[in-house]
């Protein structure tokens, strides 16, 4: 198996995979995220064989369960059907958890996806509220979890 590469991209970078993963039949502007230009944002891809496989990015948005926390958003988390369970998913989280803890972030949250419930909780994530419909992109739970030194406080 190809090693897995993570490695910083522009939020540019990140647009061809939104669109064929997360947001085919739509128009190319709902491809362009909010905080996607904010300066302390990060685009991360995951790289094998030089090739960009998967990305997420992750900007700091406040978190409606818990306002006064320091939270930040996961957002456009995908890797490309071929590279499923290879590991680059978690690794473009991991990658996104340890930039939020970095910069001192106290939880990290996401719209997931209802079929990718199994990754998130396997990656320290629990559910918020009630499953959801979005039209575009079908059933979704808020995914939050605590970073840090607040993992042990949140346990």
Do not use: K
């Not at 362009?32 to 990060?42: E, F, N, Q, R, T």
């Not at 949250?109 to 009630?130: D, M, P, V």
């Amino acid at each position: 198996m190809s090693e897995i590469v993570i490695r910083i991209i522009s939020a540019a970078e990140t647009r061809p995979i939104r669109h064929l993963v997360l947001r085919p039949h739509q128009p190319l502007e709902t491809l362009v995220y909010p905080g996607d230009d904010a300066p302390d944002s990060l685009h991360v891809g995951a790289f094998l064989d030089g090739a960009l496989a998967g990305i997420a990015s992750v900007s700091r948005q406040s978190f409606a369960g818990a306002p006064d926390l320091d939270a930040w958003q996961l957002r456009g988390m995908a890797t490309l059907p071929n590279v499923r369970r290879m590991g680059c998913g978690a690794a473009l989280v991991r990658a996104c958890i340890a930039h939020v803890e970095a910069n001192n972030g106290a939880a990290l949250w996401c719209n997931g996806r209802t079929s990718a419930l199994r990754f998130y909780r396997a990656l320290g994530f629990e559910t918020r509220g009630e499953e959801f419909m979005t039209p575009e992109t079908g059933p979704h739970f808020v995914m939050w979890r605590a970073i840090g030194v607040h993992e042990a406080a949140a346990a």
